[in-house]
């Protein structure tokens, strides 16, 4: 198959099955493009995530344009982009036109009630899997846990702390001579 | 004719200003859509979130498409969701050039290795996030560990979680 065709139909499979919210593709990009397809590796993921943050726009448009881009250049971007837009954009017009009441149809909203809890278990798969890609040190992990608690307790943007952290890592590891894992 | 030029230039703007993506552009289209232009109402927007949350997809792409659908049907349905990528997909795309140049630069490697171990820290906080809002009863929990342990020992693909985790939501629900 065509690799942009093939590429193509993995993003349009991914835009179907996100649901709540854009985060909840991040398990699902792991899968098809890092672990399935081995396209990406799990270091530089992270880096489209990072990038992906600091660029207005919904975090799943953004990374998959930017996977497109990286994989195939400016057409794999559109490609990777419309991919993820179409199933979301078919099923809207769906919705809309003929069921306007959606969200009040009881078996929906149970269906989703199931859905995110699962959505947290996969999230949290996600950066298990994804944080075997940096070192385990007390340092590292201290890190992840000033971010979480930066986010989820003081509320401060995900902006700063990626600027912030970008800024203190240049500091800590200008000097470094290893490129990469240095575990 | 008109009408669409303007429902164009309004997402892009929208795609343009919102941080932070999903949830944090709701404002962002309410301010524009239901006050500035009046094209839908504040009951039909609560709607439309509620709609564009239990859709597939970004959430900012499904808000714009059906508000872009609400106000010039299908044309407006595709020039709103259009024109909410627009923004981002040329930053992203210069963003990815540059990149992809220095990566390999010694300061960009320092950098992002302070930049990944916060990046994981927010997709756990992601995680919380929605935690709080999904994590309600003892069933909701109960999926929730039912879905870890097929992830972890089974290493069952995330689309087929999502759908075990419907079914299991129509069956407790």
């Not at chain 1, 608690?149 to 702390?161: K, Q, R, Y």
């Not at chain 2, 439309?48 to 407006?76: C, E, L, R």
Request: glycine share 8%.
């Amino acid at each position: 198959m065509n690799p942009l065709i093939k590429m193509f139909l993995i993003f349009a499979k991914i835009g179907t099955f996100t649901l709540g919210g854009g985060y909840a593709m991040i398990p699902l990009i792991q899968k098809e493009v890092v672990e399935k397809n081995k396209w990406i590796e799990e270091e530089e993921f992270i880096d489209i995530i990072a990038l992906s943050q600091t660029v207005p726009g919904a975090l799943a448009i953004n990374a998959s344009t930017y996977i497109g881009y990286r994989l195939f250049g400016i057409w794999g971007g559109i490609i990777g982009c419309l991919g993820t837009m179409l199933p979301s954009v078919i099923i809207i017009l769906i919705v809309a036109t003929f069921f306007t009441q959606f969200q009040k149809i009881s078996l929906i909203q149970a269906i989703f009630k199931g859905i995110r809890p699962a959505v947290v278990a996969l999230i949290l798969v996600a950066v298990i899997k994804l944080s075997k890609s940096i070192p385990t040190n007390r340092l590292y992990i201290l890190w992840i846990l000033t971010s979480v608690i930066g986010i989820s307790v003081f509320h401060i943007h995900p902006i700063l702390i990626i600027i912030f952290s970008g800024i203190l890592g240049y500091k800590l590891f200008k000097g470094d001579k290893d490129h990469g894992s240095d575990c | 004719m008109e009408v669409i030029v303007k429902i164009f230039f309004t997402f892009i703007k929208i795609g343009a200003f919102s941080f932070g993506g999903g949830l944090a552009m709701l404002p962002f289209i309410e301010k524009e859509i239901v006050y500035n232009h009046q094209w839908i109402t504040s009951e039909e927007f609560v709607d439309i979130i509620a709609i564009a949350q239990m859709t597939p997809g970004p959430i900012a792409i499904n808000s714009s498409t059906f508000v872009g659908y609400k106000v010039q049907g299908i044309i407006g349905a595709m020039v709103g969701s259009i024109g909410i990528v627009i923004p981002s997909f040329i930053l992203i795309i210069i963003l990815a050039k540059y990149f992809t140049n220095m990566k390999d630069n010694k300061a960009t490697k320092a950098v992002f290795k302070g930049i990944r171990p916060a990046v994981l820290g927010l997709i756990l906080s992601a995680a919380i996030s929605v935690g709080k809002t999904a994590l309600l009863d003892m069933k909701s929990v109960l999926i929730a560990l039912i879905v870890l342990f097929l992830l972890k020992k089974v290493n069952l693909h995330p689309i087929l979680a999502i759908v075990v985790a419907g079914i299991m939501g129509a069956i407790l629900y």
